[in-house]
């Protein structure tokens, strides 16, 4: 059976009981229900019944032991006699109507006072108010449950009632004398009540008179009355006593209790209604005790801290304790003062205050003086608290309680409060409360986000509030019915999710050279391995979505916060919020940016945002509508009617997720007439506060030239085109005037629009000549090059004006934000002229010439260009990976662009940003120098220039950190060395000044290949195909005869080997097939090269979204260059086990190895920077999978002799100290299963090939792991009967294998035994023999202190050795001397022992003769 829940048990237990009863599927009743007749159920009626059983219920009622006595007051009434007459017991209850008015008696109201009403002057009687009628003593009458004015009644009454029978019986008081008791000795059960206490009053509390049969019973109750007063003055204490005892005795408790209850009440108000003296006398007494029992207190605390401090230096500075408002002292000592002294209180209670008619002390001792907060003496982590504003609070600030900071927690004396105390305070019922923390929470998230907290907290504050349960807490306040707390959980949802600084970078980068392409916020991947999937047929196995519907909301928010909000269905609740509750600006500002954010995170968030019901259609005809009236101060407390940039933001985020939400954006919301409305409109002319006119307009424009960049809304261009063209003959007023930020961003974003029109109207005739050959390709967009051609003299007009006002100092600014965009139009117009049908080369090339001479060289020559290329290394992100660090606490869950660091330590982000006109202007100059090449010399003064050399020469060696908070502007850096290499790729041929820098490019292309992101495969393709295998790049081919006769004295040994100088030339003859067999190998990346490819050259119809690949890591891994070895091995290697021939090999396969071994020469011969990214351990496996591919690849001519040169130069002393074993390689778990691998495959088809016994060799060091020795001499000792390599074809010293000594103890015996058994011989492996005799002659001539047992095994290993019938052995092993590898025996021998080892054999053979003789 299930136990209950208890008051005790925390959430984890009630948690788990909640989980033992869903397991145990049980049932707590079982209901039937009754057959309804109306449906012919009427049979079955018969044999169901409605009955509701209730399991573990016994049948029979259990008896209560003891039973309680049942009495009834009508018991006596019932009592029948057997011989008792019916008919008597009739009449006796007979309530006939006779019956009844036979019995009716008259009552005696002779003696009853008759009252009038009083007269009064007013209308109505007096309204009643609380404070009146507490003051005049309504709390005499009787309180209980009634309502104020039914005791307001009843204290009217007892104050009638009290003075009439004072005035009937004031002689009688008199005359009894004044010390009459009022009680009886039943109302003082514990204590003998002496006359002083004894409250005088002139009727009993006990005999009230009812119940008598007389007319008078009022005056028969006063004799009465006075008859016990008198035998109790007759009576002495003793008697008093005895008659109480025996009462007592005699009673029913629960009677005593009700006589002692109205005792209590009597005795209270008799309290109330004595006079001020007795009161003060009464409290002076009882505060007297209080101090008294207070200062032991004290005092007795006192000295328990002085002995706690001399125990626990921690505990100093312990506060005075207080003495508590309850009756009981801390130590469990009753106070001497029990009740409550309303003095002791902070704050008097008064009697019209609700619910403090009754004082609770343990509730009211939080009301007191905090204590005043410890001072820590230890270096231990204390909890953090915070402010109301987010602010922490060192924990030994003294703050005053006025500030609302101190509450009665777990650290009352602390100001502020914790992250679980602000979770436990978002959960009251009290609305202030709720919203308070909730409002906390929000402004501790800001400043979270800010890195405010990053050099105060040990921990993340964002990463503890998610683990804790944060976005469960918002999403349930969201729900909240009052709109305060509702605004607070938006406010915090807001700051949780959305970085303004993030937002700005992104809205600075859109006009950037493909700036509208963002990488969307997804967490990095986390790939979760089912155990239960495998082993599955993968048809069974479930699929990617029905693994994410099957998590909970807590797994999924874990690992992507935006998703889990997502999951928890909050698009609706967002939705809800503005459709019906709608509220402040604030809320409405903070929901859109919510939704901005989430339609930043992913194209599938984007779809919900745009299929969640009536969300859109909410947000565009309440903050986007057709007509609104004028802005005044008035709607400012409002939003609703009002256009707000941030909805336009909102669609210019969704088009950005994808063509078809752009699509639907557009025809389905109508987008289209939004645009043309914003757009046509001026700002000055829309009647709204300037600065938000200037935003609509500049984000209408951006959603513009989103829907442009995938070749849409073109008719509205068309429709449009005398606005825009009239907008953009207005930039001539950044030449004549400055103009505002905001008026500089629109132009800036029509210019945006307008280059994404001329590449879609530059694709038009492509597209419509692929049609009609029937080729599939998207349908031609609705305008033409003609619809274009009238932009360029306007722009070059505005180009120029531009650059000739760089002179002026005061409109410099305006000119150098303005720039770049012309140039970047420029670039678009000539790179589509060129594929036009009406393309005139003439013409084109004296426009080109013009604009070189008119514009470009004075713009390079200007000083704010050499400027701008003077930052280059200061401000780079490669160059300093600082720069992109992240200025807040980072969540996996929550990913962001980290620019608020970005932004106080660069201006790359800024309106001056080194990045944006260089980009430019290279771009433009590219496109010049393919179209007239007769013009490409003239910009090599840019390239030649120190600033730029110097930022080449930095590029090089450096591995910058690839993150999202560095990628978005790695992105734009990478396009800066693109475009720069592209142009010294032309200017090489040309310029002898510029080909003495060859090198240096194409280092920097080599190091710029591995960096480039997802979305720039494209560059990457291009590099590949033009630069990195170019000869112009390569000048140590032509010029290279000295370099090539030096590495030709490191010729191998073997004559019959070529030289390191022949096969670099023969490398470099074979430049075109080494490139096209690495393209080949980068097939698989074709779909992700033309994507990028049509996002570079302004294929605006197929391109289907402006987000990049998720963000996994660079486009190629940093090994590239050995990708056609590891491409073989993962095809033949794993698959078919190394056992194929070359002639069983893919096609080419030869040749594609052959090539890949080639270009490492070349690297490593010349460029051995671009694979120092690689460490040396990963190029030793990535060259062992050669031997792993096939069983004779290794023995192809062309293979052996690449291997040797690559294994010697590997083998080099400087770069063999490098060589570290211990560190498993990229992609493996530990380089001994690869050796192990090796191992298996030199036993099986090595042939004893001097090549891979090296290779085998090389792991077998002193320095490396002994268990790939013990695996050699252990499970794989065979092979040393092929391991052939002699000492003069080892390329490494042979001291790497002899020094130090072998501590192993199995492995020296192994070695013993492989020499004495013959599976060792000095001709078989040449190399090992000498390793082993080294390793065992000096172990047994070692005189280091050991331990016995190893001393016991140098004895036998010695004696052993004397007893050897090999005598060659024999000789080797005792005589050995020092290694030298180029000796014949590989060591030299001692021609007589040295004394001490000649006296250690003695007295170890010594001692055994002398055994064997006892």
Request: glycine share 6%.
């Amino acid at each position: 059976m299930l136990r209950r829940p208890k008051p005790t048990d925390s959430e984890a237990d009630l948690l788990e009981q909640q989980q033992e009863f869903l397991t145990a599927d049980s049932r707590s009743v079982t209901v039937v229900k009754r057959p309804d007749k109306r449906r012919g159920d009427v049979e079955a009626e018969d044999n169901q019944k409605d009955v509701v059983t209730i399991e573990d219920l016994p049948d029979q009622i259990p008896t209560l032991t003891p039973a309680p006595p049942k009495k009834s007051r009508f018991k006596k009434d019932r009592v029948r006699f057997e011989d008792e007459d019916p008919e008597e017991r009739l009449d006796r209850h007979d309530t006939h109507i006779s019956a009844v008015l036979s019995r009716i008696f008259e009552r005696d109201t002779s003696a009853v006072p008759v009252s009038l009403p009083t007269f009064t002057g007013t209308a109505f009687p007096k309204v009643l108010h609380r404070s009146v009628v507490e003051s005049e003593g309504m709390e005499k009458g009787p309180r209980g449950r009634k309502s104020i004015f039914a005791r307001q009644i009843a204290a009217q009454r007892a104050n009638k009632e009290g003075a009439h029978s004072l005035n009937g019986s004031r002689t009688k008081d008199q005359s009894c004398g004044a010390t009459n008791f009022a009680v009886l000795p039943l109302e003082s059960m514990d204590t003998v009540p002496s006359r002083s206490n004894v409250v005088d009053a002139v009727n009993s509390l006990l005999v009230s008179g009812q119940g008598l049969g007389i007319a008078n019973s009022a005056i028969e109750t006063i004799k009465i009355h006075q008859e016990n007063q008198a035998k109790l003055q007759a009576m002495s204490q003793s008697e008093i006593l005895e008659e109480q005892g025996r009462l007592l005795a005699q009673l029913d408790p629960r009677l005593v209790d009700f006589v002692r209850s109205q005792k209590a009440q009597i005795t209270k108000s008799s309290e109330s209604a004595s006079g001020p003296g007795q009161q003060e006398a009464s409290l002076n007494k009882s505060l007297s005790n209080r101090t008294a029992s207070a200062l032991d207190y004290t005092t007795q605390a006192q000295e328990t801290s002085a002995i706690e401090d001399d125990q626990d230096e921690e505990n100093k500075n312990l506060p005075v304790v207080q003495p508590p408002i309850t009756g009981f002292l801390p130590g469990g000592r009753k106070n001497p003062s029990q009740n409550i002294l309303k003095t002791e209180l902070p704050i008097k209670p008064q009697k019209k205050w609700l619910h403090m008619d009754k004082l609770e002390p343990e509730k009211l001792e939080w009301t007191r003086d905090p204590p005043p907060p410890k001072k820590q003496s230890t270096k231990k982590a204390m909890q953090a608290r915070f402010n109301f504003a987010g602010s922490l609070i060192p924990p030994t600030e003294d703050l005053p309680t006025h500030l609302g900071l101190h509450h009665h927690g777990e650290e009352p004396e602390l100001a502020g409060y914790s992250l679980q105390e602000l979770f436990i305070l978002s959960r009251s019922q009290l609305n202030q409360q709720r919203n308070l923390a909730v409002s906390t929470l929000a402004n501790v998230l800001t400043k979270a986000r800010a890195g405010e907290y990053t050099s105060s907290l040990k921990s993340s504050v964002l990463s503890c509030l998610l683990d804790a349960g944060l976005l469960f807490l918002l999403r349930y306040s969201l729900d909240d019915s009052v709109e305060a707390v509702m605004s607070a959980a938006v406010h915090a949802l807001n700051a949780l999710l959305v970085s303004s600084d993030d937002e700005e970078c992104l809205d600075r980068a859109f006009p950037w050279l493909l700036g509208t392409a963002t990488f969307p916020l997804l967490p990095t991947s986390q790939e979760d391995e089912d155990e239960d999937d495998e082993g599955m047929d993968e048809s069974m196995k479930p699929t990617v979505k029905e693994k994410e519907d099957n998590k909970t909301d807590h797994d999924v928010a874990r690992q992507d916060v935006v998703k889990g909000f997502l999951k928890m269905q909050g698009l609706p609740r967002l939705r809800y919020i503005l459709e019906v509750v709608r509220p402040s600006p604030r809320v409405v500002l903070d929901i859109l940016e919510i939704l901005i954010r989430i339609a930043r995170h992913s194209t599938a968030a984007a779809i919900q945002i745009l299929d969640c019901p009536r969300l859109m259609d909410t947000v565009i005809s309440e903050f986007l509508p057709g007509s609104w009236a004028p802005y005044t101060s008035q709607t400012a407390s409002s939003l609703y009617g009002l256009p707000v940039a941030l909805a336009m933001k909102l669609l210019n985020a969704l088009a950005s997720a994808g063509r078809h939400a752009c699509a639907r954006i557009l025809n389905s919301l109508g987008g289209k007439e939004l645009l043309a409305r914003f757009v046509v409109v001026e700002p000055s002319e829309m009647l709204l506060e300037p600065s938000e006119a200037l935003h609509c307009s500049t984000e209408a424009l951006k959603m513009f030239a989103v829907a442009a960049s995938y070749g849409q809304a073109c008719s509205v261009y068309t429709d449009l085109y005398p606005v825009l063209v009239q907008r953009l003959q207005s930039g001539n007023r950044a030449s004549s005037e400055a103009l505002t930020p905001l008026e500089l961003d629109r132009v800036r974003i029509l210019l945006v629009l307008l280059t994404q029109v001329t590449h879609t109207a530059g694709c038009c005739e492509a597209l419509q000549r692929g049609s009609s050959q029937g080729t599939e390709c998207p349908p031609p967009p609705p305008i033409s090059w003609s619809h274009v051609t009238g932009l360029q003299p306007t722009v070059i007009g505005l180009l120029k004006g531009c650059v000739k006002a760089l002179d002026n100092p005061g409109q410099m600014s305006s000119a150098l934000i303005l720039i770049p965009s012309y140039l970047l139009f420029m670039e678009a117009y000539y790179s589509q002229l060129s594929v036009q049908s009406s393309f005139q080369p003439v013409q084109c090339l004296q426009e080109l010439e013009s604009l070189t001479s008119d514009v470009l060289m004075p713009l390079i020559s200007h000083h704010a260009i050499r400027n701008m290329t003077s930052s280059f290394r200061s401000s780079s992100v490669i160059c300093n990976p600082v720069l992109s660090a992240v200025g807040w606490e980072v969540v996996p869950s929550l990913p962001g662009l980290g620019c608020s660091k970005l932004k106080k330590t660069s201006n790359l982000t800024g309106p001056d940003s080194p990045l944006l006109l260089p980009t430019a202007l290279l771009h433009l100059l590219n496109t010049i120098t393919s179209l007239h090449k007769g013009l490409t010399k003239r910009f090599s003064s840019f390239l030649l220039s120190d600033s730029v050399l110097n930022y080449l020469r930095s590029c090089v060696g450096v591995t910058p950190p690839v993150s999202l908070t560095s990628a978005w502007i790695l992105r734009h850096e990478h396009h800066l060395l693109y475009l720069l290499l592209r142009l010294a790729h032309k200017l090489v041929p040309v310029d002898p000044e510029v080909a003495k820098h060859a090198s240096l490019f194409h280092q920097v292309s080599l190091a710029l290949l591995p960096w480039l992101l997802p979305g720039s495969e494209h560059l990457a393709h291009e590099l590949m195909s033009i630069l990195i295998f170019s000869h112009s790049l390569l000048p140590e081919g032509g010029r290279g005869e000295p370099e090539v006769a030096a590495l030709a004295e490191l010729q191998l040994q073997e004559k019959t080997l070529p030289g390191t100088g022949v096969l670099l030339r023969d490398a470099l003859l074979h430049l075109p097939s080494i490139r096209g067999c690495y393209l080949t190998h980068l097939a698989h990346m074709e779909p992700a090269v033309l994507a990028s490819r049509d996002r570079y050259l302004g294929r605006t119809p197929s391109i289907s979204s402006h987000f990049l690949p998720e963000l996994t890591g660079p486009s190629l891994p940093s090994d590239w260059p050995f990708l056609p070895l590891i491409s073989l091995y993962e095809r033949m290697g794993l698959w078919a086990g190394g056992g194929q021939q070359v002639d069983s090999l893919p096609v080419g396969s030869l040749e594609s190895v052959t090539h890949c071994l080639q270009w490492l020469l070349v690297l490593e011969s010349w460029r051995e920077q671009a694979l120092s990214v690689v460490p040396p351990v990963a190029k030793l496996a990535r060259l062992a999978c050669v031997f792993l591919c096939s069983s004779d690849l290794f023995l192809e001519r062309p293979v052996q002799e690449l291997m040797w040169v690559l294994f010697r130069g590997l083998t080099r002393p400087d770069r063999l100290e490098a060589l570290d074993l211990g560190s498993p390689p990229p992609g493996l778990a530990s380089f001994h299963d690869l050796y192990s691998a090796l191992l298996a495959q030199y036993e099986a088809v090595s042939f004893g090939d001097p090549l891979f016994g090296c290779f085998m060799l090389l792991p077998l060091q002193r320095r490396y792991s002994v268990s790939m020795r013990l695996a050699v001499f252990g499970e794989h000792v065979g092979m040393l009967r092929s391991l052939g390599v002699s000492l003069q074809q080892l390329p490494i010293p042979l001291e790497k294998f002899t020094s130090p000594m072998e501590d192993s103890l199995p492995l020296l015996r192994l070695y013993f035994r492989a020499l004495v058994t013959g599976a060792l011989k000095r001709n078989w492996c040449p190399v090992l023999y000498v390793v082993a005799v080294s390793h065992l002659n000096a172990f047994m001539f070692s005189q280091d202190a050991v331990a016995e047992e190893v001393e016991v095994i140098r004895r036998n290993l010695l004696r052993k050795t004397h007893y050897l019938t090999d005598e060659v052995l024999k000789k080797h092993l005792v005589y050995f001397w020092l290694p030298q590898q180029d000796a014949e025996l590989g060591f030299s021998t001692y021609e007589q022992l040295p004394a001490v080892r000649a006296h250690r054999l003695e007295s170890i053979l010594g001692t055994e003769e002398k055994t064997g003789k006892r």
